[in-house]
Each structure stands twice: as structure tokens, then as C-alpha cells.
């Protein structure tokens, strides 16, 4: 009788599970295989309280070698490893046959079509014996016997040919792992566990070939210690037998080459950290599936998409609080707790309608500011919060179209923040100066038709933006009398590339992004006196965008830049180390600095990859230290996450599209290839003016998961490639923008990714309008579509934009076009999906929030008549207490539930099954219109 995991008995797994909780809550452990001393030991030893794996077969129904597998595992990393090991115990389903699953896992492991050896490049050279291992696993899962000397044979062959490998070569080490696998599980308890550690060299070994660090640079490097060494003796005194710390004297004499060495030893630590969690993915997707070759386990959508289970941590200027957002009466609020103990954490909002999205720290001590609109309207009011006895206090008055925003916290003027408000006009912001205490209010500026007000430290308005009748903007200042006269005149070509940013802490200086004379936007200081401006930092092919600054001063002291993917640079050596130790954590990710205290001492951080949703830390400036705060969504831990592959597509015209390429983990082939064509899902990012960016994307994460290749496109009028890039799409709205998209559907048609009659396109706001067009330009190129809040009618959208966008129209008008002018409004109509609606043939679902202020909802409303007048299936998803996007989790899960259940029905992909009874307090009416015969 074979062995079945836990004896077919669920309460045995349970109890394991809860076991391991328990020992984790404890986290008490010694990291080393099958240990236990009496006290304390590793996973497993701990587990058992001894060493005894004739217990762990007969207790849990498990083999020998997992038992070592997930010790080594965890051995290797105690950071991740022990969450891992709960995960994967807990995901084996009960009574699975376990007799053959250590030859399983080493035939993923070897051959497996995704991460398999055999796809590395080194390992060309051992195919052969490869293949001859890999015949006996095949042959065990096939129920056959396979004797010790095929074993040894086996064996015998990858020893010779690993031999015969160049020592320390990507082959040697794929050689190695063969070595290991070259054992039967069901007889050796190592097998799999040794091959897991050869697996992870082997591929740290081909990452690390590509490295731009040969030998002839290890060469060097021991030369240069061992002379930095002799000189070090030479110069002390005779019987002197101190240690020498060599590094510490190449930072001192080589600061460039001891940089190269530590940004060498921090890549090779990053790889061994991705390795390790691409062999632990292996082997949990082994055990977790009853068929090897099956595709990832389905993703529940709540894992993704329900309220994270903390989010937004931030810590107080004074250092003596932590808040957050956590799921409190059923929707976002917010939470708090002294930095000391983070456990005693109290809930602090108390919203049981919309939640709290978001909120700001202030300069009194344990108090901050959230601000809330109604049902999405978007017209915000402010709130305050005092952590010291829990009181909720409103700072600005509810009124009918009025929207504040908070625009300075200082610490010079520690009791009042600087806000906005259209109370006076709707159509322009105010700036007032508001006390937290007793929640006075004086308005310090008044708007008579500016964009907007820069503000030093001190609250003083300083600079004024006004756009200019051809799209352009100027910056203003005053004059001795009081009066705003031009200072910095933009043409309309660098208006949307060029901002204000900051003064500095003394008025002096003003930061600025300014593409003038240059075709990206370069970080600049602006003298305030002279008006003399210095380049501190460009890029050719990003624009600058974000920047760490000095926390007294507000220098910049590192800027950001986002071609394909993120990176950090340095202006001054005073962040090197906090850059270095920060990136060293974040491995193949990247991070952020969230907040900080007034001293600048403690830094929250969130880290993240595209197969890592955000996790919370807090930074010791001064010990280089990081501790663990908190995990956005802890459930997609050790989920089958699929990677973010950047791709650069050329449009027809040669304008370079900066995208991104998510497939499903089993389709996976290499670098932007899939084992077969795929059904693809264009993602259209809304604005236009914003982009899509590397990174954790649910969207992409979600798709990709349920089947289908997944694509995002930076078209043109996408912003942070220069301002050649973003006013190409000026008057390209329903033309070249639509054919770039075309271009790079094209381009996954091309390479196989995509098959052809199983496309569908899905956006919101202006990616809405995207599928709109589309459908009607293209109308045999998708199989269905989907539009989240598009407008449908230039015309309309423009007509009803909210009165606060007066001061943006102009330039609105030279993206689209101009109503007052003939030319334009025949653009716009001619541009207007809602004009060509009867040339749509696919499928295409509609949503809409009834209170979005920026689309209203006759912009979806007008096209669904249209479709219906046509007798096209159109699907219509209204939420009447939304906006401009779907906030409220009953909301936001029961619209993706239906997305994905569309999207299954005309691309075939993955679904997990749902009804509106799973989402209680939502808000959707659901309006189908099947096919019929035109009117």
C-alpha cells in the first residue's frame, strides 16, 4: 500500500498546520537540517521534537527527503523559509499519493518547461547525461522499478562529464546538480534537497556569467588586497598582530573599486534570494497540484483584489507612532499604534461607508489628517484625527461642489498646514492657511485664474503657474508692488513636461523639472534672486521624476529616472550607504522611501518586485538596519506569480513604446517567448497623461494567472519620455494614439505570443475611450472588450468636465480639439466612438460609476442606447455609489468577478466561480442586451 499525504486525513494536516503557527508565533529556532537539542531546533526537528523521520512517514504520511527538502529550504533562507514551510505543508492536498513525487519534483527541476536546467545555456554540454537522469525519474512516475544500477550508471556518467567541465563554469555547476539528482527519493533522503541546492547554484552560476565581472577582475581585486594588506603590516610596529581589515582600507584608498566590489557581492546576494524563490516556487507547484504539468493553482480574485490587510504605513515626525490602513467596520481605516509596541495597535477611523484612502502626518504631536468625498463626487473635505484621546474632528465645512485638498505641513509653522478650496469660485483654488487647534482659517491667496501656487516653508505664496491660450504655461512672481508678472515663460511643447517642485528650506533656491532646450525634463535649481538655472541631473531618455531630498534643507540629494524600470542616482555621498544597504535589501525589486521622522534617523520603506507585492520596514539610518513592519496582501506570498518582462515596440512611425509582458507561469518559454500562441488581453492605461511602470501589477498578476498573456502599452502622450514623446498625441486622440496600440498587438501577433481570433482590450477613463475606438476602428481585430469609465463622446466629455478643470481646458482643447472652432468640433465628432457605434461586431461589457464627476455617466449611457439601436451585445455594469474608478470592496470584487467572467466566456481563459450573493452591500446594476436584429 503506497504512502497518501497525512493518511487521507484532514484534521492530521490541520493540526500540523496549527502547530507550526503556533512554533512560528514563538519564533524560536535554530536554522540547520534535522536538528533538535531539547529546546529548540530547526523546522522540522522542532516539529517532531527530535530527529526521528521514521515518525514523520508514519505520523503525516510524508517521505524522508521532503522532510530534509523543506529544512534545507529554510535553512537557507530563515527569512522567507518558515512562512514557505507552513505554505507549502498546508497546500498538499490530503491523500495525495506521495511515492513518486521526490522524482516529480527532480523531473520539474531538471526539465520542468519553464525553469528547468535544461534551459539554461551552460548546460548544453550535459543534455545528454541530463536526459539519461531525467529517463529514470520518467520511468518511477511511470510505476516502473528502476534498479540501483541503473542508478549508478546514472551517476557514474554525470560525474565523468562534469569532470570534464571548466571548474567554477555555469556547466560545472549544472553538473553538480545533476550529480545529486542522480539518486531515487524513495531511497535517498537527500536527493531532493541536494538538488534543490545544486539547482540554485547552477542558475546563480549563469546570472552571474552575464555579470560585467570576469576573472581577470578577480585577478585584480586580490591583487589590490594582498598589496593593501603587506603595506598595512609594513607600517606597524614589530610583535603588532592586530587583524587587517583590508576592505575597510579599499574604501578608504579605492572608494570607486570598493563600490564595484560591494555593488558585485550585493547582485550575486540578490540572485541567490531569487533563486532560492524560484526553487521553493518549484517545488510547492509540484506538491500542490495532483498534476505535474498542470497550470498554477487559481489565485483566489479576495487575494488580490479584496481590502490589503495593511497598507500606507507611515510614522509620526516625532518618531512615537506608526499608522496605517487596515480593514476595520468592513471597509479601509485608519489604524495606529507607539512605534515601541506596534501590537497594541487601536483603530482610529471609524468609517463603515467609503474608508479612508489615505493620510497625512502633522507637525502636532499624534495628530493627522485624512480627507474623505461622498460616494466618489470627489469633493473632498478634511479631517483631523488625535491619536492622544482617539477624537475625530471635521477642519473644513461640507458644501455642494467643494473640494479641498491639503497643499503644505511644515515644520516651521507647526501648528497649521496650508490647504486648497474652490468654496469661493469652483472653478479655481484658494489657498488658505489653516490652525489645527482651533481650526481657523485665513485665506493667504486668492485665484483669480492661476493653475496653481508654490509655497515656501513659511507658508508665503511665492511662485504662481498660469497656462498660457496656446498650451503653454508661465511662472509668476511678484513684483515690488505685490503683482504677479511673468519670471519663466514655457512654449506649449514644454508645458506638460516642466513643474515647479519645492523651495528650499531658506526660500533661496526653487527645484524645477524643465525640458526647455532638451527634449526630457532635467531636475534644475533655480536661483531665486538671479534667476540663474543649474542642471543638477538629466537622462536622454526619461524624463527626471522624484527625488530623495535633505530633510532640513530640501536639497536633492538623489533623483529617480523610469525608462523601462525604476533607478535611484545619487548627487550627493551623504545617501550612499543608506542606498546601498536599501538596494542590497530590495534584491532584484526596488524600494521606496514612504516617510520619515523630523530627525531623519528612522526611514519606513516599502520594497517590492513584480512577482512581490509591497511589504513595509523601518530603516535605522544610523545601525543600517531593517525591521519588518508589514505585508500589503500576505497571501500572495507564495503565490504562482507570473514575471514582468519590459519590452521596447517600435510604432509605425518609430516612436518607441516602452511596454510590459506578463504571460502565465506555465507558458513561460524564455524572454518575451510562449510555448504556444496565447489569448491576450491589451491593458490600456486611463489619463493619457500618466504610464504604465514595472512592478507588482494585480491586473497583470490576475490575467495572466486565469491564462491569457497580458500586455501594457506606454503610447504616445504618455508621460516621463520627453515632451517630443507626449505631445505626439496631440490631436492623435482616436488616431495615432489607437495605431500604437494596433503596433504593439502586432508585435505579440508576430513573435506567436498572441492568437490572432482571442484578443480582447480593457481600460478605463482614457483607456476606456481606447476600447471604444478600437472597436469601432478595428472591428474584426478583438473578440470582446471592456471599457471602465470612457467616455464615448468628445463632445459631451468636454462640456461637462468639472469646473475645477477651467484652468486646464486650453490644453484638454489642444489635445482633442477645440468646440469653438470649426476645425476642432469636427474633429471631435470625428473622433467620438459614439459616432461610428454601429460598426462594433464583438462583445463588449460597460462600466460606469453613477457619481463620476470627470466621465459622467451619460458618456457610458449614450453609447449602451447606441449599441442597443444596433443590435450589438453590450453588457452594462452601473455602480450608483462610485466615481471615477470602483473603491468599495463589494464593488471592486463583484466588477473584477464579472470581468473575469466575461472575458472566459469570449477568450476562454480560467474563472473562479462567483455570485452577487458573494459580495453582500454591493452596489451593481447589471444591465445584458443579448444580440438582435437592428432597429
Not at 27 to 51: A, K, M
Request: contains cysteine.
Amino acid at each position: 500500500m503506497g504512502m497518501h499525504a497525512y493518511h487521507g486525513d484532514p484534521q492530521r494536516r490541520q493540526q500540523v498546520v496549527d502547530r507550526l503557527y503556533g512554533l512560528e508565533r514563538t519564533g524560536r529556532w535554530e536554522h540547520r537540517p534535522l536538528y533538535w537539542n531539547g529546546e529548540v531546533g530547526s523546522f522540522i526537528g522542532t516539529l517532531l521534537r527530535g530527529d526521528d523521520l521514521g515518525r514523520w512517514e508514519a505520523e503525516f504520511g510524508l517521505p524522508k527527503w521532503l522532510a530534509l527538502a523543506i529544512d534545507s529550504m529554510v535553512a537557507a533562507n530563515p527569512a522567507l523559509g518558515v512562512a514557505w514551510g507552513i505554505h507549502l505543508l498546508q497546500g498538499i492536498p490530503v491523500g495525495m499519493p506521495m511515492d513518486t513525487m521526490g522524482s516529480r519534483s527532480l523531473l520539474e527541476l531538471l526539465k520542468g518547461r519553464s525553469l528547468g536546467l535544461l534551459g539554461l545555456e551552460g548546460a548544453a554540454a550535459l543534455a545528454e547525461v541530463l536526459e539519461g537522469v531525467a529517463a529514470l525519474h520518467a520511468a518511477r512516475l511511470a510505476g516502473q522499478d528502476v534498479d540501483s544500477a541503473r542508478w549508478r550508471a546514472a551517476r557514474r556518467a554525470a560525474v565523468a562529464q562534469t569532470n570534464a567541465q571548466e571548474p567554477g563554469s555555469v556547466a560545472a555547476a549544472a553538473g553538480s546538480c545533476i550529480e545529486a539528482a542522480a539518486w531515487d527519493p524513495a531511497q535517498s533522503r537527500s536527493a531532493v534537497s541536494d538538488t534543490l541546492r545544486g539547482w540554485i547554484n547552477a542558475r546563480v552560476a549563469a546570472e552571474m556569467a552575464v555579470y560585467p565581472w570576469g576573472k581577470s577582475d578577480d585577478e585584480d581585486m586580490k591583487q589590490l588586497l594582498e598589496i593593501l594588506h603587506a603595506e598595512d603590516k609594513a607600517r606597524r610596529a614589530p610583535g603588532d598582530t592586530a587583524h587587517t581589515n583590508v576592505f575597510l582600507l579599499l574604501e578608504e584608498k579605492h572608494p570607486e573599486k570598493a563600490l564595484r566590489l560591494r555593488t558585485y557581492y550585493r547582485y550575486q546576494k540578490s540572485q541567490y534570494a531569487r533563486q532560492w524563490r524560484q526553487a521553493a516556487l518549484v517545488l510547492q507547484n509540484v506538491l500542490h497540484a495532483a498534476e505535474g504539468d498542470a497550470p498554477a493553482a487559481l489565485i483566489p480574485r479576495a487575494h488580490l483584489f479584496a481590502n490589503p490587510v495593511r497598507a500606507a504605513m507611515a510614522i509620526s515626525p516625532d518618531g512615537q507612532w506608526l499608522a496605517w490602513l487596515a480593514d476595520g467596520d468592513g471597509v479601509m481605516n485608519i489604524w495606529a499604534a507607539p512605534t515601541s509596541s506596534p501590537q497594541e495597535a487601536r483603530q482610529i477611523t471609524r468609517d463603515t461607508r467609503r474608508g479612508i484612502q489615505a493620510f497625512h502626518w502633522t507637525y502636532v504631536p499624534g495628530m493627522l489628517l485624512f480627507s474623505q468625498d461622498r460616494d466618489g463626487d470627489e469633493n473632498f473635505r478634511l479631517f483631523g484625527a488625535d491619536l492622544a484621546d482617539g477624537s475625530l474632528r471635521a477642519l473644513t465645512p461640507a458644501a455642494p461642489g467643494v473640494r479641498t485638498g491639503v497643499q503644505g505641513i511644515s515644520r516651521r509653522r507647526r501648528d497649521e498646514i496650508a490647504i486648497v478650496s474652490n468654496a469661493r469660485d469652483a472653478r479655481f483654488f484658494d489657498v488658505h492657511v489653516l490652525h489645527l487647534r482651533t481650526g481657523a482659517m485665513q485665506c493667504v491667496q486668492e485665484n483669480t485664474g492661476f493653475a496653481g501656487f508654490l509655497l515656501d516653508d513659511r507658508y508665503e505664496v511665492r511662485l504662481a503657474v498660469r497656462n498660457t491660450r496656446d498650451g503653454g504655461s508661465e511662472w509668476l512672481r511678484r513684483d515690488a508692488a505685490g503683482a504677479w508678472r511673468p519670471w519663466q515663460v514655457f512654449s506649449a511643447e514644454d508645458g506638460r513636461s516642466s513643474a515647479p517642485t519645492h523651495f528650499d528650506a531658506e526660500g533661496r533656491t526653487l527645484y524645477a523639472y524643465d525640458s526647455r532646450g532638451r527634449d526630457t525634463a532635467a531636475l534644475v535649481a533655480i536661483d531665486w534672486e538671479s534667476g540663474a538655472a543649474t542642471v543638477l541631473a538629466e537622462d536622454p531618455r526619461a524624463d527626471i521624476g522624484g527625488m530623495l531630498t535633505d530633510a532640513a534643507s530640501h536639497r536633492p540629494l538623489a533623483y529617480g529616472v523610469t525608462y523601462e524600470r525604476f533607478q535611484l542616482h545619487m548627487l550627493d555621498d551623504a545617501l550612499r550607504r543608506d542606498i546601498e544597504t536599501l538596494d542590497g535589501a530590495a534584491g532584484d525589486g526596488e524600494w521606496r522611501l514612504t516617510a520619515r521622522t523630523e530627525d531623519d534617523q528612522r526611514w519606513i520603506v516599502a520594497m517590492s518586485s513584480d512577482t512581490r507585492p509591497s511589504s513595509s520596514w523601518m530603516y535605522d539610518r544610523q545601525a543600517r538596519t531593517l525591521q519588518h513592519l508589514m505585508d500589503l496582501r500576505p497571501r500572495l506570498t507564495w503565490a504562482p506569480l507570473a514575471r514582468m518582462q519590459p519590452v521596447v515596440i517600435p510604432a509605425r512611425d518609430g516612436l518607441p513604446l516602452v511596454s510590459y509582458l506578463t504571460v502565465p507561469v506555465h507558458a513561460d518559454a524564455g524572454d518575451l517567448r510562449t510555448r504556444a500562441p496565447l489569448p491576450l488581453v491589451l491593458l490600456v492605461h486611463g489619463g493619457p497623461w500618466s504610464r504604465d511602470t514595472f512592478g507588482f501589477n494585480p491586473m497583470h498578476q490576475w490575467l495572466a494567472n486565469r491564462g491569457y498573456a497580458v500586455l501594457s502599452v506606454n503610447f504616445r502622450g504618455s508621460t516621463g519620455f520627453g515632451k517630443r514623446f507626449v505631445n505626439a498625441a496631440d490631436g492623435e486622440w482616436g488616431r495615432r494614439m489607437d495605431e500604437d496600440l494596433e503596433d504593439a498587438v502586432a508585435w505579440a501577433l508576430e513573435r506567436g505570443i498572441a492568437e490572432p481570433r482571442r484578443l480582447a482590450i480593457f481600460g478605463a477613463s482614457y483607456g476606456g475611450f481606447a476600447v471604444l475606438s478600437a472597436l469601432t476602428r478595428y472591428p474584426s481585430r478583438y473578440a470582446c472588450g471592456i471599457d471602465v469609465v470612457g467616455p464615448s463622446n468628445l463632445e459631451t466629455l468636454l462640456a461637462s468636465i468639472p469646473a475645477y478643470w477651467e484652468a486646464d481646458r486650453v490644453r484638454q482643447h489642444r489635445a482633442m480639439g477645440d468646440p469653438a472652432t470649426e476645425e476642432g468640433l469636427a474633429r471631435l465628432r470625428d473622433r467620438s466612438p459614439l459616432h461610428r457605434a454601429s460598426q462594433i461586431r464583438s462583445p463588449l461589457l460597460i462600466a460606469q460609476g453613477a457619481n463620476d464627476p470627470r466621465v459622467k455617466q451619460a458618456e457610458s449611457e449614450q453609447m449602451v442606447a447606441a449599441l442597443r439601436h444596433s443590435g450589438i451585445p453590450v453588457t452594462y455594469a452601473l455602480y450608483t455609489d462610485e466615481g471615477h474608478g470602483f473603491v468599495r470592496e463589494a464593488n471592486r470584487m463583484s466588477f473584477n468577478a464579472l470581468c473575469e467572467d466575461f472575458l472566459s466566456r469570449h477568450l476562454g481563459g480560467r474563472a473562479e466561480p462567483w455570485s452577487e450573493a458573494d459580495h453582500p452591500g454591493h452596489s451593481l446594476q447589471l444591465a445584458e442586451h443579448a444580440a438582435h436584429q437592428a432597429a
